[in-house]
Every structure is written in C-alpha cells, then in structure tokens.
C-alpha cells in the first residue's frame, strides 16, 4: 500500500495521529500518548481493483485496463479503497474504579490500504 | 486530505473544510475507542493513583498468558490491578477491591487473580498469615467467608498470593473482600497498607465477550 501525499488521487493511506493530550484523555489513558487513526481514502479505477496494495506490478495493471476495457459493460459494482493490513491498539488505562486495565484492541490501526 | 474547493475522493460529496474535518476525525477517534473499551463515556477518575503506586504495581504486569490466542473465540483479554481500600478491625486487616463492572458487556470471565502484598518483618521470623476470601451473602446482606488460604512469610519484601474460584467468582461480580488474619505474636502492622508505593493490590485476568459472544452476521 502507499500513504497519501499531496493531491494523490489513487487509493491510499492517510495518516491521522490524535494526540491523548490535545483532546484531554491523557489523565485516564496513562500509554500510550496518541492513537494513529489511520484511514483509506482515494479512488479505484477498474484497472487496479484487486489489487493487495496500488504497488502491484505496472504488467498487472496494464492486463487489468484491458481486461476492463474489453469486458463488455462494466464489472459488477466498483472496487473500494481499503485496509489491507491492521494491527491492535495498546492500552494502559484507568476504569472508573482507578484500577489500572491494560488491554490489546485488536485491528484498531490501519497499516496497509488496497482496492478491494 | 482534499483540497477545500474539491470533492470528497472517496463518495463524492463536497469536502468538508479542514477545521470541520479535523474535528470529525477526533470525534470519530473517541467514539471508536471508548467502544472498543465497552465505555458509554471517559471514565471521571474517583480515587487518583499515586505515580508510586503506579509504577510498583506495573512492575509486576505481565504481557498475555504464551500461546493465547484472543482471537480463538473472539474474547477481548483484560489484564486488570485494583489497589485495595483497606481497613482495620478487632486485629484484622480487611482489604476491599472493586473490580468495575464496565466490561460487564457479553459477560466478564476471570481466569486468574493473585494478591499482591507488601510485608516488613523482624530479621529471622517466620510469621503464619491466614488470607480469608469473603463474598456477599445471596441477598447481599452480609459477607460470608468462601475459602482462606494459609500462607508462610519469611521474608521482608513484596508477596504474591494466588487466589482460586471463589475470589474469582467475586471478582466476577465486581466486588472482592479479603481478610488479613496474622497468626502467632508477629505485630499486625507487618503487613504494609499505607505508603503510596507499598498498597496492596490484586491483579486480574479477565477475558471479555468470550465463547457465547453473539456473532454478527
């Protein structure tokens, strides 16, 4: 997968940090310091749906336009931008009983987008 | 991220100002998050924790059991310390956990606990310490005793004590109530309570949502 940058129009992945300390959750979230909500955004033309990540190889996409050039009508539905790799999200944190709770959230953090 | 005149890329709409956007997204963040966590809304802190305490207790925090595998049945693991209220009576030390109900989501299952305590001892003594496990009676009226353990101190310094089904159970349910019972001439105040960095406290494991989670199809 890529990471969005600049005017990049092709499905990828736009990194978003949110800091614990600027929306005031780092009193009850002792770690870590942020979240990186990552997300997918961008489009996916016929040509790279399919594909695990935009970087698939240019021989792939060019047998795909015409692939989706040649088939008659256009392919059932369109092909979406998503994550592709996720990992979990670690949390050191207080309940409302000020117990200290440490838990894994799993595929909270988007690695990796692609065109499904 | 679009540039304010364009469209959204991804449906299409008109793209939001950046302002307006950023403020989505950290919405959007909370939301998720305190989700994950089975919480309506941030939790208000009722009794802060010392940075002493704190540190002590995270010492002995230890990562997932080897070889689990949360994603088996889909059961989310807690790993859970709650330091104790404690109080005296008639030459017993009785120490209250209140292990929140805020995962009470989809059933809460603790799989192991231990109570961890902090002893100063005369050099060369061997002190007898009873640790009696308590649990609300049926109509919690009264505290009923369910099991002790009989323990061995002979040594200054921190403790572990693991715990069986009863105080499980009564973690379980939220609420564990333990009784300190010194046996033998060894002063009471071996045991430390006070002090920001020698409380006791139990540590649990809890898993969340487990087997009889409802799938969603």
Partial sequence: GIDCQGGSRMCCRQEFFVDFREIGWHDWIIQPEGYAMNFCTGQC???VAGMPGIAASFHTAVLNLLKANTATGTAGGGSC???TARRPLSLLYYDRDSNIVKTDIPDMVVEACGCS | IP?????CLACGEPALDLKSQRKLLLDLAKRSILDKLHLSHRPTLSRPVSRAALRTALQRLHGPPKGAHPEADNGQEYEIISFAETGLSNNQTRLDFRVSSDRTV??????????????QLPPNT?????VRV????PRDANL?????????VDASGWHQLFLGPEAQAACSQGHLTLELVPEGQVAQSSVILG????????????RVGGKHRVRRH
């Avoid at chain 2, 540039?3 to 469209?7: F, G, L, T, Y």
């Avoid at chain 2, 061997?126 to 009873?130: A, E, N, Q, R, S």
């Fill in chain 2, 106 to 119: 989809g059933g809460m299952e603790v799989q192991q606990a231990s109570l961890m305590f902090f002893v």
């Fill in chain 1, 81 to 83: 931008c998503v994550p």
């Fill in chain 2, 3 to 7: 540039r304010a005149d364009s469209q």
């Fill in chain 2, 144 to 152: 009923t005793l369910a099991t002790q353990h009989l323990l061995e």
């Fill in chain 2, 134 to 137: 308590l649990v609300l009676g």
């Fill in chain 2, 195 to 206: 002090g920001a960095a020698h409380r006791p406290f139990v540590v649990a494991r809890v």
């Fill in chain 1, 45 to 47: 033309p016929l040509h």
């Fill in chain 2, 126 to 130: 061997t002190w007898t310490l009873k």
